[in-house]
């Protein structure tokens, strides 16, 4: 039932992403990166999970531009949802470069950020 309570949760947070972005707002938000975040291995951190789609795209975007990240996969452990929410994460995937975060994937975006 956890499990299932999980799942639910999360698709509920990536429908909020996705109706958010419908708005066309700027998803690059400037804010403090959680303490937390800091024991991750990379600069740059993907907060997913293996049945989003967009998750899978944003994955590949960063292996084909060669951009080492840490991926933590929502559904793995819930202490990966416990840095998701204390990152602000609201809809996966959730990218957090430093101080940039980005909700969602949009390839533009996610250039900006890396500056390609």
């Not at 039932?1 to 690059?28: E, I």
């Not at 975040?37 to 789609?53: H, K, Y």
Request: glycine share 6%; hydrophobic share 40%; with cysteine.
């Amino acid at each position: 039932m956890k499990h299932h309570n999980r799942f639910l949760k999360m698709l509920a947070l990536t429908s909020v992403v996705l109706s958010a972005n419908s708005f066309a707002q700027d998803p690059l938000v400037n804010s403090a990166q959680p303490a937390s975040l800091n024991t991750a291995n990379s600069d740059v951190i993907l907060f997913s999970a293996e049945w989003c789609g967009y998750c899978q795209k944003a994955k590949q975007f960063l292996n084909e531009n060669d951009i080492r990240f840490t991926e933590l996969d929502l559904d793995q452990s819930d202490d990966h949802i416990d840095m998701f929410e204390a990152a602000g994460g609201e809809g996966i995937p959730y990218l957090v470069v430093g101080e940039r975060k980005v909700s969602g994937f949009d390839k533009s975006d996610y250039s900006k950020v890396f500056q390609l």
